[in-house]
């Protein structure tokens, strides 16, 4: 899927799903949703495993921040914009 889809769809992916987006981010980057395991220690899966992608946030963090943002606009604002929001947010918050 691409990252756009992956923002649009957040209501709908597993809360426990990683993120993990191909570089450089941008709307149209293939992201694929990863559940970890239970035996999950922290350590980032190995490329093979993410399909080349990057880590780029959880969909609980993801959603966190669509909800705070369009809980403080009046109006829900175009998905691109939505997807831009969630890549700055990306960069320079997490």
């Known amino acids: 899927m691409k990252l756009i889809e992956a923002i649009r769809d957040l209501g709908s992916?597993?809360?426990d799903a990683t993120l993990y987006v191909r570089e450089p981010w941008t709307a149209d980057s293939e992201t694929i949703a990863v559940v970890e395991p239970s035996d999950f220690d922290g350590r980032i899966p190995p490329p093979?495993?993410?399909g080349g992608c990057t880590y780029f946030l959880e969909v609980s963090i993801a959603r966190e921040v669509m909800e705070g943002w369009l809980s403080n606009i009046d109006a829900a604002p175009p998905l691109e914009?939505?997807?831009?929001?969630?890549?700055h947010y990306a960069i320079f918050d997490a």
Do not use: G, N, T, Y
């Open 13 to 15: 992916l597993d809360e």
């Open 48 to 50: 093979e495993a993410r």
């Open 81 to 87: 914009q939505r997807c831009a929001r969630v890549i």
